[in-house]
């Protein structure tokens, strides 16, 4: 498939050339001229380095949760730099400046179950909290949120991202489940990297697709039984989510893709085959990322509400041209977009004698998705 050409892409990130997320690239950092001045260090505990803080430039620096002895922090405030503390007893790090891991949303998944877990407990704070009014509440989320968006966009960087957006309720089991992991190991073995709302249904199926795009077709016939035997995540978050991580077992070191999931929908998990997780306190943040980073077009596959939103949330910058040059949008399942829930007809409307008229199809079949895609992009 085409590469998609750098009109189509968003900007790079910004400012990567002055982050430090490691310990290795602090140390890194002390050995240059001008030290740590000018530099954002993004939680890396400098706890072990009270020396070198001591005696380093470090104006106009920004320590964002970087845990440091007392001294070494009335240091570097009095040089200029600004120290945003660790905020203590938070299940999330606001400044993290990584993408999450299924790992690190789910430890503690096989022994005590899904309440245990960090992304458990990080929802059930944004419960506590998301209607108290309280500012501080406010700000660490959009904290967390601005950084995950800026790990998002360094993991991201050059790469041609293809969305694929469908319903949570898709069950496993199904014929329309094993058809969208099949879109997501056609779309990985393309090249291209599948971005999801890292959710349950049709976004699990396309990034599991993915995770075994490396494997053969055989792999993913055995990991559609296994998951088959937990169909939902109702009623148990549990089994659903320790039969995915039984089939990453099976098939371990799978293909990487992208989950962004919510918070704000915090009943539904994120699922574990997107090797790294965006993960949103807000939602708005999160769908309108999501759509902004698909660069090589989405597939929109059967849903309700959520994916309607999508599909004219999408629609509205191709109209424009707001975002550059109209990117592909496929429509799957001609029944359901012009009968069930007519958006096809609308969406053809608003694109008639518009650039993005080329730009748009709506196929019978998820499996004429990539040649549908491949020939938009072309």
């Not at 009109?7 to 002055?18: D, F, L, Q, T």
């Not at 039984?225 to 089994?239: I, M, Q």
């Not at 059967?302 to 309607?308: E, M």
Request: aromatic residues 8%.
């Amino acid at each position: 498939m085409a590469t998609l050409p750098p009109a189509h892409r968003p900007p790079g990130p910004r400012g990567h050339g002055r982050e430090i997320h490691t310990l290795a690239e602090f140390d890194a950092a002390l050995a240059r001229p001008g030290s740590l001045a000018g530099q954002r260090i993004q939680s890396v505990d400098l706890t072990g380095r009270t020396f070198a803080l001591l005696t380093a430039a470090t104006a106009e620096a920004v320590f964002l949760g970087c845990p440091m002895e007392p001294e070494a922090a009335a240091k570097v405030r009095a040089d200029g730099a600004l120290v945003f503390p660790p905020v203590p007893e938070l299940p999330f790090d606001p400044y993290r400046a990584r993408l999450y891991t299924p790992e690190e949303l789910f430890a503690g998944i096989a022994e005590t179950g899904y309440e245990s877990t960090p992304d458990f407990l990080a929802y059930a704070w944004f419960g506590r909290t998301r209607a108290d009014g309280d500012i501080l509440s406010s700000i660490l989320r959009s904290l967390h949120d601005d950084a995950v968006s800026d790990a998002l966009d360094e993991h991201l960087d050059g790469a041609p991202v293809v969305g694929v957006m469908g319903g949570h309720a898709m069950g496993r089991g199904t014929e329309a489940y094993a058809g969208a992991a099949r879109l997501g190991m056609s779309l990985a073995r393309a090249g291209l990297t599948v971005a999801t709302g890292g959710g349950p249904g049709a976004m699990e199926a396309a990034n599991l697709g993915a995770y075994l795009a490396r494997f053969d077709d055989d792999a993913l016939a055995g990991a559609l039984d296994l998951l088959s035997e937990a169909p939902s995540f109702t009623p148990s978050v549990t089994d659903w989510a320790r039969a995915a991580f039984a089939v990453r077992a099976m098939w371990p070191d799978g293909g990487d893709s992208v989950g962004i999931p919510t918070w704000f929908y915090g009943h539904e998990p994120p699922n574990p085959f997107a090797g790294h997780i965006a993960k949103y306190f807000a939602n708005a943040t999160r769908e309108d990322g999501l759509l902004a980073r698909s660069t090589a077009g989405i597939v929109f596959l059967p849903g309700a509400a959520g994916t309607v939103q999508e599909i004219f949330d999408n629609a509205t910058p191709n109209y424009y041209g707001s975002r550059g040059a109209p990117t592909p949008m496929i429509l799957v399942n001609r029944a359901h977009w012009t009968t069930h829930l007519p958006a096809w007809p609308l969406l053809e409307t608003l694109a008639a004698g518009r650039p993005m008229a080329t730009r748009i199809a709506l196929v019978d079949s998820i499996d004429e998705a990539p040649e549908a895609l491949k020939r938009l992009g072309t």
